[in-house]
């Protein structure tokens, strides 16, 4: 075994040195909750426009003004004047723009979920790689295993003088075509554990999934479908995103309505000190013109991307759903404990010499084929109820 072989096949050794390793996919995606850099900015950002948002309904700061005159004389009327300025919009507004800010903090928070949602499937998905790859990893040692047995006894053949080149030389390329399997299997585990590392912060995993999880039984998929419309976060999202759009838009009307301003005024002359009340109004002639327009025109974008995400998600439901079904079905024409079995009692006929060599190979790569495609079928449905379940993450 070659210096470059034995480098890659310690370097996820390295990597999850001194690590406790956890049976479940669960327990590295609650690590990787907590560590990821992304979830915890998406946490940061929406705790900040929250603040955001709950300040967003008060009333403008006031204004002070003073005025002094620096002649004297009395002909000139006052003296000092003071004036106390504070604005405000038609009172039914804060109530509109309250009734606003509570549906964007929800959408908020919905648009946090969905950040997690994404990254915790991205994760969730390469831990079942992971596990794919090390039953893989597994099945190929065996294979190295049986082909340097072999490979050794040929060799000890040619020198008796029992076997011929060509058998040897079969021996020997089967042994090669095992080890660049494992080496190709090592330099993907390296690649997955070093992607789920980059997820976890850059941090070494202490929860590394070996096997999968108890796949969930799948309800029905009308009930599934309605599941996810209501709680999955892109679907959320959009929901809320339609109804601001709408409250938005009954906030504009309201907008409309005349803003005031009242002022008290203290004046004081060079004989007399007086105070009164000012009143102003501002009528929304020109600024505010085609805010209804542009806000209504905004609502009805919103409610077709609403109407699109749930049709999206339905429409990928269903197609994972069958996915799932057929998958399963395919797996179930397996049987895995036979595996070993036959493979144990092909090692037995060719101990007898029952078969040849290139027999005994070619019914074992038959059946590592037959694992392989087994495994891979285990992984894709996994997969599959992965992607229907990842409102639940």
């Known amino acids: 075994m070659n210096k470059t072989y034995i480098i890659l096949m310690a370097l996820p050794l390295m990597l999850f040195s001194g690590m406790a390793r956890s049976q479940t996919v669960k327990d590295a995606l609650a690590e990787i909750e907590k560590n990821n850099i992304a979830i915890r900015a998406a946490n940061s950002t929406k705790e900040a426009k929250l603040i955001e948002a709950r300040l967003g309904n008060r009333l403008p700061d006031p204004t002070v003004s003073y005025k002094k005159a620096f002649e004297k004389s009395p002909s000139t009327g006052r003296e000092q004047e003071i004036k106390v300025t504070q604005g405000f919009d038609f009172p039914s507004i804060y109530f509109q723009r309250r009734n606003v800010n509570n549906t964007q903090r929800e959408y908020l928070r919905a648009e946090y979920d969905e950040i997690r949602q994404q990254t915790l499937l991205e994760a969730q998905m390469l831990c079942l790689d992971l596990i794919l790859i090390e039953k893989e990893n597994t099945m190929l040692n065996m294979k190295m295993k049986n082909a340097a047995k072999i490979m050794e006894l040929y060799r000890l053949k040619m020198q008796e003088g029992s076997a011929t080149t060509i058998e040897l030389n079969k021996a020997e390329l089967e042994y090669l075509n095992a080890e660049s399997e494992l080496l190709v299997n090592s330099t ?3 690649q997955t554990l070093r992607s789920l590392i980059t997820l976890n912060g850059g ?19 009308s009930e599934l479908s309605e599941e996810a419309i209501s709680s999955d976060a892109t679907s959320v999202k959009s929901t809320l995103q339609e109804t601001v759009a709408k409250k938005e838009l009954r906030l504009e009307k309201h907008r409309m309505l005349p803003s005031f301003d009242i002022s008290y005024i203290r004046e004081k002359s060079f004989e007399t000190t007086s105070n009164a009340f000012e009143i102003g109004m501002s009528i929304p002639l020109w600024e505010k013109a085609g805010n209804v327009k542009r806000a209504k025109a905004a609502s009805l974008v919103n409610t077709l991307e609403r109407e699109d995400t749930h049709n999206k998600i339905v429409n990928d439901l269903a197609a994972n759903y069958n996915d799932a079904i057929r998958l399963k079905e395919a797996m179930q024409r397996f049987s895995p404990d036979m595996f070993e079995e036959s493979l144990n009692t092909l090692e037995k006929a060719f101990e007898h010499r029952e078969i040849s060599l290139i027999d005994f190979f070619n019914e074992c790569n038959n059946i590592y084929q037959s694992m392989q495609t087994y495994y891979r079928l285990e992984n894709s449905y996994h997969k599959s109820v992965a992607n229907l379940l990842k409102h639940r993450i």
């Open 188 to 190: 993907q585990k390296e």
């Open 203 to 221: 941090m070494a995993l202490t929860a590394a999934p070996t096997e999968y999880d108890n796949a969930e039984i799948l309800p029905p998929l």
